[in-house]
């Protein structure tokens, strides 16, 4: 029985190379499955974007943050260790002797895994600097300003010309 003092927190499970998104599949259906939706509340492949010459041409493109690793946020258990553990293309979680240990706040604010509210006041045709990410100290114009997610577009000079790109309210700062 789970007793309402227990806090969901982040863990990191390894998976089969290349399978990540195979697993986190897999893991889904099982949540599903067996009810486990108020034990299981996310699994995440963490992505990063970078910016990569392809044909002659910079692009941005998403790649895996850490390859072979899901990162889920749940409240453990044996129970919960079982199944997951058994979950096909999933090989255990990270930790000592396979057991699981739980990201730190350090951890999960470095991979940005929990959603920090950001009071910041943008509107279309704020000018910004982007304080991080791959387009870190670029000068841009925003846009649009999404408050529930979080996320703005902003237009930034790349490659020559004016480039619309998706950032976090906290990777910006007015200036």
Same mark, same amino acid.
């Given at each position: 029985?789970?007793?309402?003092?227990?806090?969901?927190?982040?863990?990191?499970?390894?998976?089969?190379?290349?399978?990540?998104?195979?697993?986190?599949?897999?893991?889904?259906?099982?949540?599903?499955?067996?009810?486990?939706?108020?034990?299981?509340?996310?699994?995440?492949?963490?992505?990063?974007?970078?910016?990569?010459?392809?044909?002659?041409?910079?692009?941005?493109?998403?790649?895996?943050?850490?390859?072979?690793?899901?990162?889920?946020?749940?409240?453990?258990?044996?129970? =919960?260790?079982?199944?997951?553990?058994?979950?096909?293309?999933?090989?255990?979680?990270?930790?000592?002797?396979?057991?699981?240990?739980?990201?730190?706040?350090?951890?999960?604010?470095?991979?940005?895994?929990?959603?920090?509210?950001?009071? =910041?006041?943008?509107?279309?045709?704020?000018?910004?600097?982007?304080?991080?990410?791959?387009?870190?100290?670029?000068?841009?114009?925003?846009?649009?300003?999404?408050?529930?997610?979080?996320?703005?577009?902003?237009?930034?000079?790349?490659?020559?010309?004016?480039?619309?790109?998706?950032?976090?309210?906290?990777?910006?700062?007015?200036?």
């Amino acid at each position: 029985m789970i007793e309402e003092k227990e806090e969901a927190k982040w863990y990191v499970l390894h998976t089969f190379s290349g399978y990540e998104n195979v697993a986190q599949q897999n893991l889904e259906r099982v949540v599903e499955k067996f009810n486990l939706q108020e034990r299981i509340f996310d699994i995440v492949i963490p992505m990063e974007e970078v910016i990569e010459e392809k044909n002659g041409k910079k692009v941005i493109v998403s790649r895996k943050l850490m390859p072979s690793y899901l990162l889920v946020k749940m409240v453990y258990g044996d129970d =919960i260790w079982h199944t997951v553990t058994n979950t096909r293309g999933i090989t255990g979680f990270v930790g000592p002797q396979g057991r699981a240990l739980p990201l730190t706040e350090e951890e999960i604010f470095k991979m940005r895994l929990e959603k920090v509210q950001v009071d =910041i006041t943008l509107s279309a045709g704020d000018k910004i600097e982007v304080l991080d990410g791959p387009l870190i100290s670029m000068i841009g114009t925003v846009i649009s300003v999404d408050m529930n997610n979080q996320k703005c577009r902003v237009n930034v000079e790349m490659f020559g010309r004016e480039t619309p790109v998706d950032l976090n309210l906290d990777q910006v700062r007015k200036i």
